[in-house]
């Protein structure tokens, strides 16, 4: 699939199997996500532009590489959340919105889709790389609402990440074909989806487990 990349090895893999396990408790679960973030920032941020900077070390002047990029970085509510504090930490020159996306089921046609019920974006999205972060993509029907809006206020398809950990296949091939020129990452992907479209063998809910509801 173009534009998607797979980000593991032995200690993401590790990490991955963490939240996996039902018996990790919330902040054994929270933990092992914020890990793998750290590990996945190199993979996520690649290609993005530095510039060229004199600096003085102790010794001489040397040049220098400045980060020159403008990121969004949006966690979906709730769990993605989770993913935040590393790449705050890490990424330069970030900005922060937050989108809230509701799953449900059509009672008549049976159709799992999602609902925005929070947005708060800053103005200005041209020219940001937007860092989209969702524990686990699913269906993909919580994230296409939320990219049209992105694209609808000025952000480039080609500028937009979508960075998960664990991701279903018919969720990625659906956000592919809607959106073809985004940038898809996970750290692991699963082949099925159950009758109430929760990834086999997935994770449970990601947001209940990051906010203790489930053990």
Known sequence: MDNFTLINGSIIDHYVGIIRDKNSCKSTFSNAIENIMYLMIPDITSGFASSPKKVLTPMAEAVAASFSERVLIIPILRAGLAMLEPLKKVIPNTTFGYIGMK???????????????????????????????????????????????????????????????????????????????IRLFACAVDDALDENGYIIPGLGDAGDRYNGYVH
């Open 103 to 181: 799953r449900k089921t059509d009672e008549v046609t049976g159709e799992i889709r999602a609902d925005m019920y929070y947005c708060n974006l800053p103005s200005g999205l041209a020219g940001c790389k937007v860092l989209m972060l969702e524990v686990v993509i699913a269906t993909g029907s919580s994230l296409i609402p939320a990219i049209e809006h992105l694209i609808s206020n000025g952000a480039k398809q080609e500028d937009i990440s979508v960075v998960s950990i664990i991701s279903a296949r018919p969720g990625l091939e659906v956000l592919h074909k809607a959106f073809p020129d």
